[in-house]
């Protein structure tokens, strides 16, 4: 069974960083593309970040030139360095990662990670 396991939120002031980290563990044969996606309350799930593969990223225009998603292959791990924090990066932030396993290849999702920007 696959796991995405997230780390790194927690409670920050504005203007401040934290860097979340999301390990794919149990049995895969590859990982493809990769992403963070946030949730506010009240509010639907949006795309945060993506990466491919390759490293091709992308990013949602809230986010740009303050968050730097990178990816370790080699570690199976995705990361996401948010830098100038602000109030409304609050959020439930969620790894999420395309995955080819013996039953095929779909989508995998982290349990959540809390990011709350705050002073």
């Known amino acids: 069974q696959v796991q995405l396991v997230e780390s790194g939120g927690g409670l920050v002031q504005p203007g401040g960083s934290l860097r979340l980290s999301c390990v794919v563990s149990?049995?895969?044969?590859?990982?493809?593309?990769m992403g963070w996606y946030r949730q506010a309350p009240g509010k639907q799930r949006e795309l945060v970040a993506a990466i491919t593969s390759g490293g091709s990223t992308n990013y949602a225009d809230s986010v740009k030139g303050r968050f730097t998603i990178s990816r370790d292959n080699a570690k199976n791990t995705v990361y996401l360095q948010m830098n100038s924090l602000k109030p409304e990066d609050t959020a439930v932030y969620y790894c999420?990662?395309?995955?080819?396993?013996?039953?095929?290849?779909?989508?995998?999702w982290g349990q959540g990670t809390q990011v709350t920007v705050s002073s």
């Open positions: 149990r049995n895969m044969f590859r990982i493809y593309g």
């Open positions: 999420n990662a395309v995955i080819e396993t013996y039953g095929g290849r779909r989508d995998y």
